[in-house]
């Protein structure tokens, strides 16, 4: 097996001379960091990374959660990595001070994140629901919440999740049925079921911490009456330490992969003794259970890319290890067998699978980027850049889920049969990265969130600076030579995607909203394809300037770069061609008109 699971190398060109992550240190709230500090934190979760996660990637696959009489039994390293990171900080690493955290940026525990989802993917999401959940309550919650829960969160000896998810409906949140009733003692009794809910009443933890949305008794219809609780599995009690709250594990589900981690169906209250305490204000549930979502979303797509990226260097070992067939110029079939690295048909596969992890890789910095931008700044400034993380979010989420798969299916190609057989990991990488694309809204939700709310959102000012953001791009891209074609590609492929944005707000202003929405996902899908070409062009840029004095090592790396960059703009921007084309056409309503009845 590979031992290289995601590039070092890559990441430092993204922090450091992409993204400038050390000029964030001149805010106050990051002054207190500056390189030696965000080096430790890359280097600390590569080593935890390679010495506890990568060893135990197979076993926890082929070891999963078991259910015995109402108990859950994860692998021990559950457990182990929760206790690492909450000794060494990593859990609230990102919060303030005042918090118990250390305030380290985003993006340097996006990159903490990505390395740990490479090595193992269900043992990272342990740690990292927990810093979300906790998060959410320092966010929202009341002092005594705060004090109660987010210390214990941030140790590691408390686990933290969401519990969305309910039987009949889905991802519907306007079909939320869970049931909260006030009591005269500040606290909600709380009566439903939740499904699919990650990382949830394992044994080996002390207690978890459920952050579940549900209906206050009274409360008006659809989204709008939706209210968010601390449902603890114990709730902590001054007299008697920790007592049984009232949920139950009613079952676990057994899935394709992502198997080192238990997905349950919980059930709350069946004794009418389950409590929840209200976080924020009643009937306002969304409005902070979205600050998490946004976050997951992001962490999804960072999940997807991570995986892909460890399939890929998986793939890339194997290629240039495995001798098969000549060059096609060879006549003589006494010739050594050439590595098949050496075809131009696995070279196209390995660029497509690098130019699918690097973009999302530097999309995800970007958004992180802005999450760090908006922590650190105020007024029009902070707005800014919230309105492009929101717009931004999306793509983030939906891009390297839907690429991740194809990119992660080039890899087991190159490995031909082998690829299908569990002695090499690309069968695991494949099932493992499945998952994204459902997780934290499926892609056709985020098509509808982008299309439908997020370039419209207030007359459209996120979608123009997100043009902006473009333009600027573009117009560096122009005075260099080397990045001048790419640049006048990228500008092409802008003035598509405005006009398409144009005939679709027509559809819209018509009030014709299933027609407007019915091809939301390509329209998302061509979108992305825009945005990762954006990316690409800035890191063609910085690889360009960098080229000039430079050690060899490091001048392969920047030749690599631009060779990728190339490859996107030649196979994956023209895609977006056709998907105009479709779009275009929209107005005909064809999968509006089929009916039900005609599916054979």
């Given at each position: 097996?590979?031992?290289?699971?995601?590039?070092?190398?890559?990441?430092?060109?993204?922090?450091?001379?992409?993204?400038?992550?050390?000029?964030?240190?001149?805010?106050?709230?990051?002054?207190?960091?500056?390189?030696?500090?965000?080096?430790?934190?890359?280097?600390?979760?590569?080593?935890?990374?390679?010495?506890?996660?990568?060893?135990?990637?197979?076993?926890?696959?082929?070891?999963?959660?078991?259910?015995?009489?109402?108990?859950?039994?994860?692998?021990?390293?559950?457990?182990?990595?929760?206790?690492?990171?909450?000794?060494?900080?990593?859990?609230?690493?990102?919060?303030?001070?005042?918090?118990?955290?250390?305030?380290?940026?985003?993006?340097?525990?996006?990159?903490?994140?990505?390395?740990?989802?490479?090595?193992?993917?269900?043992?990272?999401?342990?740690?990292?629901?927990?810093?979300?959940?906790?998060?959410?309550?320092?966010?929202?919650?009341?002092?005594?919440?705060?004090?109660?829960?987010?210390?214990?969160?941030?140790?590691?000896?408390?686990?933290?999740?969401?519990?969305?998810?309910?039987?009949?409906?889905?991802?519907?949140?306007?079909?939320?049925?869970?049931?909260?009733?006030?009591?005269?003692?500040?606290?909600?009794?709380?009566?439903?079921?939740?499904?699919?809910?990650?990382?949830?009443?394992?044994?080996?933890?002390?207690?978890?911490?459920?952050?579940?949305?549900?209906?206050?008794?009274?409360?008006?219809?659809?989204?709008?009456?939706?209210?968010?609780?601390?449902?603890?599995?114990?709730?902590?009690?001054?007299?008697?330490?920790?007592?049984?709250?009232?949920?139950?594990?009613?079952?676990?589900?057994?899935?394709?992969?992502?198997?080192?981690?238990?997905?349950?169906?919980?059930?709350?209250?069946?004794?009418?003794?389950?409590?929840?305490?209200?976080?924020?204000?009643?009937?306002?549930?969304?409005?902070?259970?979205?600050?998490?979502?946004?976050?997951?979303?992001?962490?999804?797509?960072?999940?997807?890319?991570?995986?892909?990226?460890?399939?890929?260097?998986?793939?890339?070992?194997?290629?240039?290890?495995?001798?098969?067939?000549?060059?096609?110029?060879?006549?003589?079939?006494?010739?050594?067998?050439?590595?098949?690295?050496?075809?131009?048909?696995?070279?196209?596969?390995?660029?497509?699978?690098?130019?699918?992890?690097?973009?999302?890789?530097?999309?995800?910095?970007?958004?992180?980027?802005?999450?760090?931008?908006?922590?650190?700044?105020?007024?029009?400034?902070?707005?800014?850049?919230?309105?492009?993380?929101?717009?931004?979010?999306?793509?983030?989420?939906?891009?390297?889920?839907?690429?991740?798969?194809?990119?992660?299916?080039?890899?087991?190609?190159?490995?031909?049969?082998?690829?299908?057989?569990?002695?090499?990991?690309?069968?695991?990488?494949?099932?493992?990265?499945?998952?994204?694309?459902?997780?934290?809204?499926?892609?056709?939700?985020?098509?509808?969130?982008?299309?439908?709310?997020?370039?419209?959102?207030?007359?459209?000012?996120?979608?123009?600076?997100?043009?902006?953001?473009?333009?600027?791009?573009?117009?560096?891209?122009?005075?260099?030579?080397?990045?001048?074609?790419?640049?006048?590609?990228?500008?092409?492929?802008?003035?598509?995607?405005?006009?398409?944005?144009?005939?679709?707000?027509?559809?819209?202003?018509?009030?014709?909203?299933?027609?407007?929405?019915?091809?939301?996902?390509?329209?998302?899908?061509?979108?992305?394809?825009?945005?990762?070409?954006?990316?690409?062009?800035?890191?063609?840029?910085?690889?360009?300037?960098?080229?000039?004095?430079?050690?060899?090592?490091?001048?392969?790396?920047?030749?690599?770069?631009?060779?990728?960059?190339?490859?996107?703009?030649?196979?994956?921007?023209?895609?977006?061609?056709?998907?105009?084309?479709?779009?275009e056409e929209s107005h005909d309503g064809l999968t509006v008109t089929m009916k039900p009845e005609w599916f054979d």
């Open positions: 097996m590979a031992e290289k699971f995601i590039s070092l190398r890559n990441l430092q060109f993204l922090l450091y001379e992409v993204f400038d992550a050390t000029s964030l240190t001149q805010y106050p709230y990051f002054e207190d960091h500056g390189r030696e500090t965000f080096d430790m934190v890359v280097d600390t979760a590569m080593r935890m990374g390679k010495d506890m996660l990568f060893p135990a990637l197979v076993e926890m696959d082929r070891q999963p959660p078991e259910f015995r009489d109402g108990r859950v039994y994860v692998h021990p390293l559950a457990a182990q990595i929760m206790k690492a990171c909450g000794e060494g900080g990593w859990i609230g690493a990102q919060s303030s001070c005042e918090l118990g955290g250390q305030q380290i940026p985003n993006m340097i525990m996006n990159a903490f994140r990505g390395i740990f989802c490479a090595a193992n993917y269900s043992a990272s999401v342990y740690p990292f629901l927990t810093t979300g959940a906790a998060g959410l309550i320092a966010s929202f919650g009341s002092q005594e919440l705060i004090d109660t829960y987010v210390p214990k969160m941030f140790d590691g000896k408390w686990q933290g999740t969401m519990a969305l998810t309910e039987p009949q409906a889905g991802s519907s949140l306007t079909d939320i049925a869970t049931t909260a009733q006030p009591t005269a003692d500040g606290f909600y009794k709380i009566k439903g079921q939740k499904i699919f809910i990650s990382c949830s009443e394992y044994e080996s933890t002390e207690n978890i911490v459920h952050l579940l949305l549900g209906r206050i008794e009274g409360a008006p219809p659809g989204v709008k009456g939706v209210s968010l609780f601390v449902v603890p599995k114990l709730r902590p009690d001054s007299h008697k330490g920790l007592t049984p709250n009232d949920v139950a594990c009613i079952g676990i589900y057994h899935k394709l992969g992502y198997k080192g981690a238990p997905i349950t169906q919980l059930a709350f209250g069946d004794n009418d003794d389950c409590r929840g305490w209200l976080v924020g204000e009643p009937n306002r549930g969304l409005n902070c259970m979205f600050q998490m979502m946004n976050e997951a979303r992001i962490d999804v797509g960072m999940g997807a890319a991570a995986i892909a990226s460890a399939a890929y260097y998986a793939s890339l070992e194997y290629a240039r290890q495995r001798p098969q067939s000549r060059p096609v110029n060879a006549k003589d079939p006494l010739t050594p067998q050439a590595l098949i690295i050496e075809h131009a048909d696995v070279k196209r596969m390995l660029l497509f699978q690098r130019a699918v992890v690097e973009g999302s890789l530097s999309l995800i910095f970007q958004c992180s980027l802005y999450v760090d931008m908006s922590t650190a700044t105020s007024g029009e400034e902070k707005e800014k850049y919230e309105m492009l993380l929101d717009l931004l979010t999306p793509i983030a989420k939906s891009y390297p889920s839907e690429m991740g798969i194809l990119s992660v299916s080039q890899g087991l190609q190159c490995l031909g049969g082998y690829g299908y057989c569990d002695e090499f990991p690309l069968e695991q990488y494949y099932r493992d990265v499945r998952i994204h694309p459902i997780h934290e809204g499926t892609t056709g939700i985020q098509g509808i969130d982008l299309l439908g709310r997020k370039v419209v959102m207030k007359n459209g000012r996120a979608f123009k600076l997100f043009l902006d953001e473009l333009e600027k791009t573009i117009a560096a891209g122009r005075r260099v030579p080397e990045c001048e074609k790419l640049a006048v590609s990228l500008a092409g492929a802008v003035e598509t995607l405005k006009e398409i944005t144009r005939s679709l707000a027509a559809i819209s202003l018509k009030g014709e909203m299933e027609l407007y929405l019915a091809d939301a996902t390509l329209y998302l899908e061509l979108f992305s394809i825009v945005t990762i070409a954006w990316q690409w062009l800035l890191q063609a840029l910085r690889a360009i300037e960098a080229q000039g004095a430079c050690a060899d090592a490091d001048r392969e790396f920047y030749q690599g770069k631009m060779h990728t960059c190339r490859y996107f703009f030649a196979y994956e921007l023209p895609k977006i061609k056709g998907i105009a084309a479709r779009l």
